[in-house]
């Protein structure tokens, strides 16, 4: 009876270092995996915004400069850069965090073009993040969702839901209460890139009217 009482102690002993060297390996894998994706990042970074900046820097060499143009197309730089921080810095602490980052970038944004802004985080604070990369596309279809709700709806309010749908997927709302997105923006590229975004990561984007006036644009993605 001792002697099986020894046996069974020590084998519960090996049954739990191998789970510690398990987690461990696993922990080290997801941070691999998180290193090649934040690497790749840099280089999308390099190649997209580095290139920007080349040919704004080109273009104010040539004296070919459209100050309205070179405003636009920094602006769409440093907002860029910024999402890519946000997207790398929240990446380990949760999709919640990142969404809370974006939220205090975005605000001053809306509430300068004079916009009452509202942000509601119904997500729970232990959702894991999708990774660096998929982050990053996720918080650029919201910056062009809130961009376009600036720029064309006319509206005085953009308002911005984040909890969970069908099957606990995750749902993300930009809505505005102006007159709505015009055919040239609902069937142009903007729309067309912000889908493509979503869906290399497995999601789905939808346009909707609002009941009481307005544009809603819905984001869907599959949790982790």
Same mark, same amino acid.
């Given at each position: 009876?001792?002697?099986?009482?020894?046996? =069974?102690?020590?084998?519960?002993?090996?049954?739990?270092?191998? =789970?510690?060297?398990?987690?461990?390996?696993?922990?080290?894998?997801?941070?691999?995996?998180?290193? #090649?994706?934040?690497?790749?990042?840099?280089?999308?970074?390099?190649?997209?915004?580095?290139?920007?900046?080349?040919?704004?820097?080109?273009?104010?060499?040539?004296?070919?400069?459209?100050?309205?143009?070179?405003?636009?197309?920094?602006?769409?730089? $440093?907002?860029?850069?910024?999402?890519?921080?946000?997207?790398? @810095?929240?990446?380990? #602490?949760?999709? =919640?965090?990142?969404?809370?980052?974006?939220?205090?970038?975005?605000? /001053?944004?809306? #509430?300068?073009?004079?916009?009452?802004?509202?942000?509601?985080?119904?997500?729970?604070?232990?959702?894991?993040?999708?990774? /660096?990369?998929?982050?990053?596309?996720?918080?650029?279809?919201?910056?062009?969702?809130?961009?376009?709700? $600036?720029?064309?709806?006319?509206?005085?309010? $953009?308002? $911005?839901?984040?909890?969970? &749908?069908?099957?606990?997927?995750?749902?993300?709302?930009?809505?505005? @209460?102006?007159?709505?997105? /015009? #055919?040239?923006?609902?069937?142009?590229?903007?729309?067309?890139?912000?889908?493509?975004?979503? &869906?290399?990561?497995?999601?789905?984007?939808?346009?909707?009217?609002?009941?009481?006036?307005?544009?809603?644009?819905?984001?869907?993605? /599959?949790?982790?």
């Amino acid at each position: 009876v001792d002697s099986n009482r020894i046996l =069974a102690a020590r084998l519960e002993e090996q049954e739990a270092e191998l =789970a510690r060297s398990y987690d461990a390996q696993k922990q080290m894998r997801e941070r691999q995996v998180m290193l #090649e994706e934040r690497q790749r990042i840099v280089r999308d970074m390099h190649d997209g915004i580095g290139g920007q900046l080349l040919g704004l820097m080109m273009q104010v060499k040539r004296g070919d400069t459209d100050l309205g143009s070179v405003e636009q197309g920094l602006q769409s730089s $440093i907002a860029d850069l910024r999402l890519i921080v946000d997207s790398m @810095d929240t990446a380990e #602490e949760g999709l =919640a965090e990142a969404l809370r980052a974006f939220e205090h970038r975005v605000r /001053p944004q809306a #509430e300068a073009a004079g916009f009452v802004f509202s942000f509601r985080l119904d997500l729970s604070d232990d959702e894991p993040g999708p990774g /660096p990369r998929p982050t990053l596309q996720i918080l650029r279809v919201l910056q062009e969702a809130v961009t376009n709700a $600036i720029r064309h709806s006319e509206g005085s309010g $953009i308002a $911005i839901v984040c909890g969970y &749908g069908r099957e606990g997927w995750i749902v993300i709302t930009v809505s505005d @209460d102006g007159r709505g997105l /015009p #055919e040239q923006v609902r069937g142009g590229r903007g729309l067309a890139n912000m889908r493509h975004r979503l &869906g290399t990561i497995g999601g789905a984007l939808q346009v909707e009217p609002v009941e009481t006036g307005g544009t809603r644009i819905r984001l869907e993605l /599959p949790r982790v």
